[in-house]
């Protein structure tokens, strides 16, 4: 795997993808990566995955001042991303869970 967590999240998240839309058609979920945080001098990177069925979103950073780890939000494409982050070590992230998320969050 990649030593840069954002080209590594990128490919667990392109992995979880290919497994949901191979096992749930209906949920089709969108990726992006967003650089307006680092654009506008936060240094974070920001990937979000959309159901735009189900108007829901899970948003994921990695910030440059807390390597090691994932900050995560479940919240639907209408809210703000608030404060009330959770957070987990980036190493215990992986495509299945990524899988999971989306198979529970968006199904």
């Known amino acids: 795997m990649s030593e840069d967590p954002l080209k590594a999240l990128s490919e667990m998240a392109s992995e979880a993808h290919k497994q949901i839309q191979a096992s749930h058609e209906h949920i089709n979920p969108v990726l992006e990566v967003r650089r307006g945080m680092r ?4 240094p974070a990177d920001v ?5 735009l069925r ?3 979103r899970i948003t994921l950073i990695l910030h440059d001042q807390q390597p090691g780890v994932l900050l995560y939000q479940f919240i639907t494409m209408e809210e703000e991303v608030g404060n ?3 957070s987990m ?3 215990d992230m992986d495509s299945q869970k990524l899988f999971q998320w989306i198979e529970e969050y968006f199904g």
Do not use: K, P
């Not at 990937?47 to 159901?51: H, N």
């Open 39 to 42: 654009d506008s001098g936060i």
């Open 84 to 86: 009330d982050f959770q």
């Open 54 to 56: 189900t108007r829901r």
């Open 89 to 91: 070590a980036f190493s």
């Open 47 to 51: 990937m979000t995955i959309d159901c």
